[in-house]
């Protein structure tokens, strides 16, 4: 399956945005979907993460109440809607599919990936 996500861009401390992840193939459905982030200088990290019926999600403790994962599987589209940012939101943000079954865990890897967005929150 190939990704690319979309919808980056500078937004304001407090503002919102909503990512975009597109994917190719007729397998969407069968694929759990997350998206991770990377600060400059520091390890990628784990943002949230859907199931393949979009019935269930996990988040980062950093994330929770704020940002909320969903899918469209008719679309094959990913979607992460990024609410009251900060500064430490700032990063280049990845989605990735992966064929393990969901599970209510933070995950480190993922089988595939998607180029990045960037997503800068100024002060």
């Known amino acids: 399956v190939q990704l690319q996500a979309s919808g980056g861009g500078l937004v304001q401390a407090g503002g919102s945005l909503r990512l975009s992840c597109a994917a190719s193939?007729?397998?969407?459905?069968?694929?759990?979907m997350g998206w991770f982030r990377q600060a400059p200088g520091k390890e990628r990290e784990f943002v949230a993460v859907?199931?393949?019926?979009?019935?269930?999600?996990y988040y980062a403790d950093s994330v929770k109440g704020r940002f909320r994962i969903s899918r469209d599987n008719a679309k094959n589209t990913v979607y992460l809607q990024m609410n009251s940012l900060k500064p430490e939101d700032t990063a280049v943000y990845y989605c990735?599919?992966?064929?393990?079954?969901?599970?209510?865990?933070?995950?480190?890897?993922?089988?595939?990936w998607g180029k990045g967005t960037q997503v800068t929150v100024s002060s």
């Open positions: 990735a599919a992966d064929s393990r079954i969901f599970n209510y865990q933070v995950y480190y890897n993922m089988d595939y």
């Open positions: 859907i199931s393949r019926s979009g019935g269930s999600t």
């Open positions: 193939g007729r397998t969407f459905s069968t694929y759990i």
